[in-house]
């Protein structure tokens, strides 16, 4: 039998041990993990926990750094994740460190560059799921995406940091211009990023372009954790409320359509 094989076969029958033992793959592969030396906070069945992880109150200004960093790495959904996630690390630890930051990546450009959902809010919205439970999730995934829409992105706050060069964490030089701002009435990443190009003449592949991305997503994790700071604390109320028009489309259209997005983005009043 060729080496190969033997080694098929070992492997085959070791698999239809843990089966027949009732051992899931999940203690096979947390096995491996720590066989090959990776500490971890694997439970004892070798999957991480479905429950909501601990949260614990975090610095909204570091986020605001974080995520600045974090767009510069992999993408606006990996920034905003990474921003959050990286700081649970080094306060919670435990399972945080067994999340990869790259399930983030796709969310670049508003998935792939398809530009649906603002990446920004994909990564935020996915590292408040990781901690709060789903009734909780909505709402304050909903009053994130509603601050998105309303407020005008880059922040005076991430402005007054970029022309102070004090984006401490970038690996590399960035644009330090203070950057004119658009309000995007939309999570959609093409609105959005539309909007900022009409209002700055700054094109899609500019530098500068790019730079207002990374400040917007700097402002959108610092936002999510002033809002999960408010509800670890008990004291989050949500705010945003449809503009009056949308209120007025959604009275009569409810239950026609899904959808809190300002509906003449798209659509004619009639
Ligand atoms: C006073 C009630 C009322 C308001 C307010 C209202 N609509 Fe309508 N809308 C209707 C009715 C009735 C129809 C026609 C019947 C249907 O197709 O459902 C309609 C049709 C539509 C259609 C076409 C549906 C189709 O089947 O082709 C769209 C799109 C639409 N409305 C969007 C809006 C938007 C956007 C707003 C707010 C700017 C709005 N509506 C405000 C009652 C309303
Ligand atoms: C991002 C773009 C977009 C936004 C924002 C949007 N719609 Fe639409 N809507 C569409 C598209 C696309 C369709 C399907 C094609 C069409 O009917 O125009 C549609 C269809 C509809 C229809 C017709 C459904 C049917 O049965 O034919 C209604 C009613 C409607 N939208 C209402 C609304 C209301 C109310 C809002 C705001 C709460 C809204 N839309 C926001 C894109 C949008």
Not at 45 to 62: M, S
Not at 111 to 131: P, Q
């Amino acid at each position: 039998m060729a080496e190969v094989e033997k080694i098929l076969e070992k492997d085959v029958s070791r698999r239809s041990f843990l089966k027949t033992t009732g051992i899931g793959l999940g203690v096979a592969a947390g096995a491996l993990v720590f066989g090959t030396g990776i500490a971890g906070a694997q439970t004892q069945t070798g999957t991480v926990a479905e429950a909501p992880l601990p949260y614990v109150e975090l610095d909204p200004e570091e986020a605001r750094l974080r995520g600045h960093a974090g767009y510069y790495m992999a993408g606006c959904m990996y920034g905003a994740f990474y921003a959050i996630l990286s700081m649970l690390r080094e306060k919670v630890g435990g399972p945080y460190n067994q999340i990869p930051y790259r399930m983030a990546g796709y969310g670049r450009g508003g998935a792939a560059n398809w530009g649906t959902l603002c990446g920004a809010l994909n990564g935020a919205a996915a590292a408040i799921n990781l901690v709060a439970p789903d009734a909780d999730t909505n709402k304050l995934v909903s009053e994130l995406l509603g601050w998105y829409t309303i407020t005008p992105f880059p922040s005076d706050k991430s402005n007054a940091i970029a022309s102070a060069k004090g984006f401490k964490y970038d690996a590399k030089p960035y644009p330090t211009l203070v950057h004119v701002t658009s309000v995007s009435n939309s999570p959609l990443c093409h609105a959005s990023v539309a909007n900022w190009i009409k209002k700055s003449g700054y094109e899609l592949g500019t530098a500068e372009r790019k730079e207002r991305c990374a400040r917007l997503t700097g402002d959108t994790a610092a936002h999510a954790v002033e809002l999960l700071n408010a509800w670890k604390a008990g004291t989050f109320v949500p705010t945003f409320k449809v503009d009056d028009q949308t209120a007025a489309c959604i009275q009569c259209h409810e239950g026609d359509m899904e959808g809190k997005m300002a509906c003449t983005t798209c659509h004619e009043p009639h």
